[in-house]
């Protein structure tokens, strides 16, 4: 895999990630929400978040990005490179929301960084 091939993956990896923690971050303040016949006030209450909106960009435009590294690598390559976003995402979910990063979430963290790196050692 060459650095533009890596360079597009990981561009794709991350846009995904602030995409998740975008939508996390406009849901923080409504709690549970419901399928419930008083969920339309709640959908629009979170159009108007901007959290929401950057996080549907953030996973639009990852989509075009993925696709141009799609076409520069094998999909069994590329796509256990998405794991790295759970990496990133369990960080910034402790470093933002103050989420629990325990000694298992750690463990399983380090895992999937060995893993991908002999993956793309490969």
Request: glycine share 10%; net charge neutral; aromatic share 8%.
């Amino acid at each position: 895999m060459n650095l533009t091939s890596f360079g597009l993956i990981l561009t794709g990896v991350l846009l995904n990630a602030v995409a998740q923690l975008a939508l996390k971050a406009s849901v923080r303040d409504y709690g549970a929400i419901e399928l419930t016949a008083g969920a339309l006030p709640v959908a629009l209450r979170l159009a108007g978040e901007p959290a929401l909106w950057l996080g549907l960009v953030c996973y639009g435009v990852s989509v075009v990005v993925w696709i141009l590294a799609l076409s520069r690598v094998d999909v069994s390559i590329a796509y256990p490179m998405l794991s790295i976003g759970y990496v990133v995402n369990a960080l910034a979910a402790w470093a933002l929301f103050g989420e629990a990063l325990t000694a298992m979430r750690l463990a399983g963290i380090g895992i999937i960084i060995v893993g991908v790196f002999v993956l793309a050692r490969s």
